[in-house]
């Protein structure tokens, strides 16, 4: 089976991960820091907070900028559940926006007439914008609104370690408090488990980084009591254990040195599903010229004349050995949030999409012959456009 993603494991990340095995400390040392360090550097951001998955940031950033009980979290729902669960952790009620049909990224304008249509006291206190495939949200214009209506941005760049919004390096937090990035394998980079937070904020680094760790610090400048010796620590909030490895950081750093390429080859390969399947019945990935995409995903969205249905073509592929995904249920129809109120027809353009979108292989690694399959198959599939 040729799966829609896969990671890349080379014999420097192996050795990488061996060294880190057998130096003293396996657990919290400085291969983390490091981390932080590098990627921090590399989105152009103040600091990086390592954790052990992105689901685990997402929770102390949405706690890090005061989410509580009874306050809103708003974000698409056209992303993974973790996008959202988030704000569920914190006690907050959750809301969602509607997608833009041509990017399948929040969508500006839905969230603007949402904003102005909503109670004062029901207004978000963070909104969670996700860059979904690897392009970028209009952040600008998201940056605007945060502003006018006073609430934070999460940056959701699960799927966009290595992309870029403008000039601006995704993760470099110029239109955000927080930005979140996932190293799952098949995400653009890999730690096995892990996630990253950066900010310019060193007030969020420092929440995230006490978040993490049961809420404990053993930097003497931050001490409320006196330092009873050098054994003493303190525990001045409720924390949790989300810390990444250093096994797991090992292995992230020794990826983070092949990011360009890597997001460079999933633009090279997205090129090429571009060329060849353009002459058929499909929607295929729209980038804005002033954006780069990482290209996590490539999504095809069947037109109306496609003569082919979703479901029947998704097994197709399957059937032919082709690890089809499709990306996302929206959010707001799973049964959990459908339990709050939420149904169908409440996102009508997140839904739509939903019904007619697979996502094809795409990682560094996939071959031409691989990829060539998929086109064969898709030509065989789908209607050529008259
Ligand atoms: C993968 C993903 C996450 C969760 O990442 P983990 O590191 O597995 O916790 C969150 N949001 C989005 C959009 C994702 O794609």
């Not at 907070?49 to 005061?66: E, P, R």
């Not at 339990?339 to 996502?359: L, P, Q």
Request: net charge positive; aromatic share 10%; glycine share 6%.
């Amino acid at each position: 089976m040729i799966p829609y993603g896969k990671q890349e494991i080379l014999d420097s990340d192996i050795q990488a991960v061996m060294e880190t095995l057998k130096s003293p400390l396996i657990t919290q040392g400085p291969k983390a820091q490091e981390l932080e360090e590098e990627v921090a550097k590399k989105v152009k951001a103040k600091f990086g907070v390592s954790f052990n998955s992105a689901t685990s940031a997402l929770h102390c950033a949405a706690l890090a900028l005061g989410l509580r009980r009874g306050d809103w979290l708003w974000t698409s729902t056209n992303s993974f559940v973790a996008s959202a669960n988030c704000g569920i952790y914190c006690e907050a009620k959750v809301d969602f926006v509607d997608i833009d049909p041509k990017t399948y990224n929040l969508d500006v304008d839905a969230l603007s007439t949402k904003l102005k249509h909503t109670k004062k006291h029901k207004l978000p206190k963070v909104l969670v914008v996700v860059h979904f495939a690897g392009q970028s949200c209009e952040m600008e214009h998201i940056f605007k609104l945060a502003q006018k209506y006073n609430f934070k941005i999460i940056e959701d760049a699960s799927h966009a370690l290595g992309g870029s919004y403008r000039t601006y390096p995704i993760g470099c937090c110029a239109f955000s408090d927080i930005t979140i990035f996932s190293l799952h394998p098949v995400k653009i980079i890999t730690a096995a488990e892990g996630g990253i937070a950066t900010t310019n904020s060193p007030k969020y680094a420092k929440k995230m980084q006490l978040l993490k760790n049961h809420g404990i610090t053993k930097d003497p400048d931050d001490f409320e009591c006196k330092k009873q010796g050098a054994w003493y620590y303190e525990q001045q909030i409720i924390g949790f254990n989300y810390r990444l490895s250093e096994l797991h950081a090992a292995l992230g750093l020794s990826q983070l040195t092949r990011l360009e390429g890597y997001v460079k080859k999933r633009n090279a390969l997205a090129k090429i599903y571009n060329e060849n399947l353009c002459d058929l019945e499909l929607t295929l990935p729209f980038v804005q010229s002033y954006n780069y995409s990482a290209f996590h995903l490539y999504v095809i969205v069947l037109n109306k004349k496609s003569g082919i249905k979703q479901k029947a073509l998704f097994e197709k592929l399957r059937n032919a050995g082709i690890g089809v995904q499709v990306h996302y249920i929206p959010i707001h129809l799973q049964p959990f949030y459908a339990r709050f109120g939420f149904k169908k027809g409440d996102f009508k353009n997140a839904e739509s999409y939903y019904k007619h979108v697979i996502t094809l292989p795409l990682f560094p690694t996939l071959n031409q012959q691989e990829q060539q399959k998929v086109i064969s198959l898709l030509k065989e599939s789908v209607c050529k456009k008259a």
